[in-house]
């Protein structure tokens, strides 16, 4: 699109222009802001005056945190200023197949069983609340000068030859060499660049609560799949394999991930807390008996669609897109947040490598970033949909057949200390 000089010379012009707001959006801003860059971040503010959380108030949305993500955290100084009494680490992780407690030894020699320890690391991952760690970034990024933070939303985008010009709702004009889309799965900057989607929908909802446990949980991330429902969807398609974790927080307190076929999803959510709670203790007590105890919830249930999604590019001239604007992955592994700070990770690395005869918005340079980061995404997308295919397929045949491979795959150290490696990043 062309642009006059005259609408050039009235904006204000920045290296890069960060869109979105959320926990990918706020790194990135910050990451590029502390390599040196002059940053634009549009993004609504967070509500003025909101309160930290209380000892007894707890997100329902949490995140597991990777060693690549706590390390780039650490390099942007954020992770230090967490409440480290509001940090759990996952020491184990259980992951059981579709297989009643009675069909399992009482050393649970059945499942699949990831341990720090064995590794060799501190932890396999950290599990963090959303609101925590972005709490930490609004911080940070108000002692960054290199950022000015645009409180509006982005309402037109045009690119020529030098650069890109976002629109703001209120009027102003942005000029960059980049233009960062951190927008989420229903990006506005990779429709204003008419950049397709491949997308598979789960016909899945994610539902997440946090409970109050009656045993300890041992620093233990539990994972365990349910199988299909017995009944079919309305249009007689098989519903998908349910999928149930539970992961520690602080204290004696669980988080839960259920992605639960939308139909059973919606009855989920419509439950008291009390009812949740037992729902919860009965599907958990089919796989692993009465390992957490008497549950009792203490956060509102909520619930997210679950789709696999792909952007047909993630580059352009003066444009890149990072996290869930480029790819959202199901759930199943936690990796989706892990994935898009290793977007910003490595967009950093190839904006400090640039050549200064290059600008930010140089397709060669944007293309270093799509490639770098085609492997590990492929990989992951592929465990992931692979797994969730997998424990969807009906039958007595396919039940026996995955959950001896999960028997395999315990017994092999090696593979397991590969599959760690891959989700430390």
């Not at 910050?30 to 959380?53: E, F, H």
Request: aromatic content about 6%.
């Amino acid at each position: 699109m062309t642009r006059s000089n005259a609408s050039v010379r009235n904006s204000s012009a920045f290296q890069i222009a960060v869109v979105g707001g959320g926990i990918v959006g706020k790194s990135c801003a910050l990451l590029l802001a502390q390599q040196g860059m002059s940053v634009a971040l549009v993004a609504p503010r967070p509500v003025r005056g909101r309160p930290p959380a209380g000892p007894d108030d707890w997100d329902s949305r949490i995140y597991a945190f990777s060693a690549s993500s706590q390390a780039l955290l650490e390099r942007m100084r954020v992770w230090e200023a967490l409440d480290p009494a509001r940090l759990q680490p996952v020491r184990d992780m259980r992951v059981c197949g579709d297989v009643s407690a009675a069909e399992t030894s009482p050393s649970l020699d059945g499942d699949l069983h990831f341990s720090a320890y064995a590794a060799a690391v501190p932890q396999l991952a950290w599990i963090v609340e959303s609101g925590l760690v972005e709490r930490a970034l609004d911080a940070a990024l108000g002692f960054q000068h290199q950022v000015h933070w645009h409180d509006d939303t982005a309402a037109g985008f045009e690119r020529d030859a030098d650069g890109a010009t976002l629109t703001l709702s209120g009027g102003a004009k942005i000029r960059a060499s980049c233009v960062v889309g951190a927008d989420g799965a229903r990006s506005w900057v990779r429709q204003q660049c008419h950049i397709g989607v491949s997308t598979r929908r789960y016909r899945q909802l994610g539902v997440v609560a946090n409970f109050e446990c009656e045993r300890p949980h041992h620093d233990t991330a539990w994972q365990w799949f349910l199988g299909a429902p017995e009944k079919l969807m309305a249009d007689e398609e098989p519903a998908n394999g349910e999928i149930l974790a539970m992961l520690p927080l602080p204290g004696s307190r669980m988080s839960m991930v259920w992605s639960a076929d939308e139909a059973h999803a919606h009855e989920l959510l419509a439950l008291s807390p009390e009812a949740l709670a037992a729902t919860v203790m009965q599907a958990a007590a089919g796989a692993v008996g009465s390992q957490f105890g008497t549950l009792r919830c203490v956060t509102p249930a909520q619930g997210f669609p679950l789709v696999l999604q792909r952007a047909e590019q993630f580059v352009q001239p003066h444009l890149a897109l990072v996290g869930d604007a480029a790819h959202v992955v199901h759930p199943l592994a936690g990796q989706g947040m892990n994935l898009g700070l290793r977007d910003i990770a490595e967009l950093g690395k190839v904006m400090a490598a640039k050549e200064s005869f290059r600008g930010e918005g140089d397709l060669r340079l944007l293309r270093r970033y799509e490639r770098a980061r085609a492997t590990d995404l492929l990989s992951l997308t592929a465990a992931t949909d692979g797994l969730h295919r997998l424990f969807s397929l009906p039958g007595s045949v396919a039940r026996v057949v995955r959950n001896t491979g999960i028997r395999t795959v315990g017994r092999q150290s090696l593979l397991k200390r590969f599959l760690i490696e891959r989700a430390l990043g």
